[in-house]
Nanobody, 120 residues
C-alpha cells in the first residue's frame, strides 16, 4: 500500500557528506516506521537505521555517530544524513516501511534504491 521513493544518492569523496531522502505516499505517514538498508556489490542487504512513529531511532554500529535518520511528517519524508563517509559505505541504499519494536525492525515494503559511491 505504501509507495516509497529514494533520492539523493551520488558520488562523494571519503570524508564527505550526503543526504538521502525517502518520500512516502499512501498510508498514514505519521504512523509508519521507516528503515534504511544498504546493499554493497556481492554482499547481502544490511540494515542501517530505522525511525519509529514517535521518532525513536536506531543505527547499526558501523554508522553510529556518522549517520542521522530523521523524519518530517509534514513532508511525508524520512532522511538519512550521512557524514564522514567511508569507502565501505558504498552501496545501493533502500528505504522501507516496516514494523518496529524496540531495537528490532522488520521491513515490509521497499523503495527502488539510490546508489551511493564513496571514492577518491
Amino acid at each position: 500500500q505504501v509507495q516509497l521513493v529514494e533520492s539523493g544518492g551520488g558520488l562523494v569523496q571519503p570524508g564527505g557528506s550526503l543526504r538521502l531522502s525517502c518520500a512516502a505516499s499512501g498510508g498514514i505517514f505519521s504512523t509508519l516506521a521507516i528503515g534504511w538498508y544498504r546493499q554493497a556489490p556481492g554482499k547481502q542487504r544490511e540494515w542501517v537505521a530505522h525511525i519509529t512513529p514517535d521518532a525513536h531511532t536506531n543505527y547499526v554500529a558501523s554508522v553510529k555517530g556518522r549517520f542521522t535518520i530523521t523524519r518530517d511528517n509534514a513532508q511525508k519524508t524520512v532522511y538519512l544524513q550521512m557524514n564522514n563517509l567511508l569507502a565501505e559505505d558504498t552501496a545501493v541504499y533502500y528505504c522501507s516501511q516496516g514494523d518496529a519494536r524496540g531495537n528490532l525492525y522488520r521491513p515490509n515494503y521497499w523503495g527502488q534504491g539510490t546508489q551511493v559511491a564513496v571514492s577518491s
